[in-house]
């Protein structure tokens, strides 16, 4: 089964950065789009940025202008670079991607975000 292994969350001061990796287990080249959602406590799961296999990317537009993702097709991973950070970003967040009609999910990686 394929899996995604996310990680690079943590505990950052609002304005700080932080970087988050996903790596599956299958060559990222062969999955057409892959995703970051977050998940933040009493909230529903939310789309946060979409990249395709051609680099076509897409944000939420509360990410929009401080988030960047991208992909990384020799080192097999996909990244989520987060700038500005607000405590508002205070989320567990998950990579995901869809093959065929099955939805795939990391784990899952905190980022906690201190005013």
């Known amino acids: 089964q394929v899996q995604l292994v996310e990680s690079g969350g943590g505990l950052v001061q609002a304005g700080g950065s932080l970087r988050l990796s996903c790596a599956p287990s299958?060559?990222?080249?062969?999955?057409?789009?892959m995703d970051w959602y977050r998940q933040a406590p009493g909230k529903e799961r939310e789309l946060v940025a979409r990249?395709?296999?051609?680099?076509?990317?897409d944000y939420a537009d509360s990410v929009r202008g401080r988030f960047t993702i991208s992909r990384d097709n020799p080192k097999n991973t996909m990244f989520l670079q987060m700038n500005s950070l607000k405590p508002e970003d205070t989320a567990v967040y998950y990579c995901?991607?869809?093959?065929?009609?099955?939805?795939?999910w990391g784990q899952g990686t905190q980022v906690t975000v201190s005013s």
């Open positions: 990249i395709t296999s051609g680099s076509l990317t």
């Open positions: 299958i060559m990222i080249s062969v999955i057409s789009v």
């Open positions: 995901h991607t869809k093959l065929g009609s099955t939805n795939i």
